[in-house]
């Protein structure tokens, strides 16, 4: 990858905000440069000047949307986002709200699977304990994305950024040969 990477979260508790920056700077650390983008802040269209996309958003409570993505859920189903990537990245509470474990992740994925867009970046479930996710697999799995639980696991976000960040790298190489 040599181009810059958009990556556009939505945050209520800054959680999320925190952990594209800890992309950001493992991206950084590898050559490229990630600009990172408030989605309440931003036009959806700024998504179009990007080849490569990294979206970010929490899981509120029982399967919640995080408020400002859900704002702009239908005008995401309607991009034209052929010959762009996606990477996702969800956060939740895999205990205490293991029946919604970064649900939002999958509903963001739902909004943008019509959109022309290629999906990297899914993420193994071994680790994790959790009783059921809209973002995972028919055989549960991955993850469509990096699952990450600051509430129970935040001893092995870094680890899981950097591992993630490394696969995203491979992937985009095999992509582009």
């Known amino acids: 990858m040599s181009n810059t990477i958009g ?17 950001q700077q493992q991206f950084a650390e590898l050559g490229d440069s990630v600009e990172l983008h408030d989605v309440k802040d931003s036009d959806i269209q700024t998504m179009l000047d990007y080849e490569f996309l990294i979206l970010g958003i929490p899981t509120w409570d029982f399967g919640g949307i995080q408020s400002d993505w859900e704002d702009i859920g239908d005008a995401l189903s309607e991009l034209d986002l052929s010959g762009k990537t996606i990477a996702l990245y969800g ?3 895999q205990f205490g709200y293991g029946d919604y474990f970064v649900d939002a992740m999958g509903w963001l994925h739902e909004k943008l699977v019509n959109t022309g867009a290629t999906f990297v970046g899914q993420w193994s479930t071994e680790g994790y304990d959790f009783e059921a996710s809209r973002a995972v697999n028919e055989d549960k799995s991955e993850f469509i994305g990096l699952a ?14 950097e591992q993630w960040v490394i696969q995203l790298y491979a992937e985009q190489a095999l992509a582009a040969a």
Do not use: A, C, H, P
């Open 148 to 161: 990450i639980d600051e509430d129970q696991q935040f001893d092995l976000t870094d680890q899981r950024v």
């Open 7 to 23: 990556l556009f979260y939505g945050t209520d508790t800054s959680n999320t905000e925190m952990i594209g920056q800890k992309i």
């Open 91 to 93: 956060l939740g509470d």
